[in-house]
């Protein structure tokens, strides 16, 4: 499949799929000349004139706005969507949104080469907060089996 990241998207993210996803064809909308801040309202018409079958997107308030809403619907590309909490930024916000598109991109481009017609997917946000990412073990409040107890050796 011919896959466009929007500009919302960051451009690393972009590098990490590609390795991930040879067997398709993936740009990034501020890769292709003249394409840079092209409005949603034009962008995923000039996409789909250009071959594109996909558009992956984190403007989740993009399904929100009747124009833009409008010519998704025209243009009869398939539109994937991620949540990206941007109060995690830097690394956490990068890594979180990383983990969530290399993990559910897979399973959702599956679905839509069997897709009979138009469809609109939303890929589960991987959680970063500090307890869900880490689970951290202090083994001299709560040794793990087979730790050693003070003064064995």
Not at 107 to 125: G, W, Y
């Amino acid at each position: 499949m011919k896959i466009l990241l929007d500009e919302n998207v960051p451009v690393p993210l972009a590098y990490m799929a590609r390795l991930l996803l040879k067997q398709h064809e993936l740009h990034h909308v501020a890769e292709i000349d003249g394409w840079a801040g092209t409005k949603d309202t034009d962008l995923y018409a000039r996409a789909a004139a250009a071959g594109f079958q996909v558009v992956i997107t984190n403007d989740t308030k993009q399904m929100a706005r009747p124009l833009e809403v409008a010519a998704i619907a025209a243009s009869g590309l398939h539109r994937v969507e991620y949540r990206h909490n941007h109060k995690h930024g830097g690394l956490v916000g990068l890594g979180t949104a990383v983990a969530t598109v290399c993990a559910g991109l897979p399973h959702a481009l599956r679905e839509l080469e069997q897709a009979a017609s138009q469809l609109l997917i939303s890929l589960t946000s991987i959680d970063p907060s500090h307890q869900s990412r880490l689970r951290i073990v202090d083994p001299t409040a709560s040794p793990p089996k087979h730790w050693p107890a003070p003064g064995d050796s």
